[in-house]
């Protein structure tokens, strides 16, 4: 099992910035995020793989930036433009595979980040 350790949450006004990073404790093929808002499913945000492939859920695609350092084993989540919609917890996720990345039930998750966005 990986720890994941995440940071920079907090409180940002509308059309501000944020950045998440979380770290795992070793290297590990597939690093993303997700999200969540009270009431609602878990929604992926952004998926990199080691090898730099990257792709994006539909909320964050031309606003959110994915990347990673593989020698620090941690991933970023560069996130611009923020609407009072992206607010929510927002959760590391690490797997070895795709199948167990998108699972529930498998892969690795951090203890999640608050992100509040204000109007």
């Known amino acids: 099992q990986v720890q994941l350790v995440e940071s920079g949450g907090g409180l940002v006004q509308s059309g501000g910035s944020l950045e998440l990073s979380c770290t795992a404790s070793?290297?590990?093929?597939?690093m993303g995020w997700y999200r969540q808002t009270p009431g609602k499913e878990r929604e992926w945000v952004a998926t990199?793989?080691?090898?730099?492939?990257?792709d994006y859920g539909d909320a964050a695609k031309d606003r959110f930036t994915i990347s990673r350092d593989n020698v620090k084993n941690t991933v970023y989540l560069r996130m611009n433009s923020l609407k009072p919609e992206d607010t929510a917890v927002y959760y590391c996720?690490?797997?070895?595979?795709?199948?167990?990345?998108?699972?529930?039930?498998?892969?690795?998750w951090g203890q999640g980040t608050q992100v509040t966005v204000s109007s």
């Open positions: 996720k690490a797997a070895g595979s795709w199948s167990a990345f998108v699972s529930s039930e498998f892969g690795s």
């Open positions: 070793r290297s590990i093929k597939i």
């Open positions: 990199i793989v080691d090898d730099g492939a990257l």
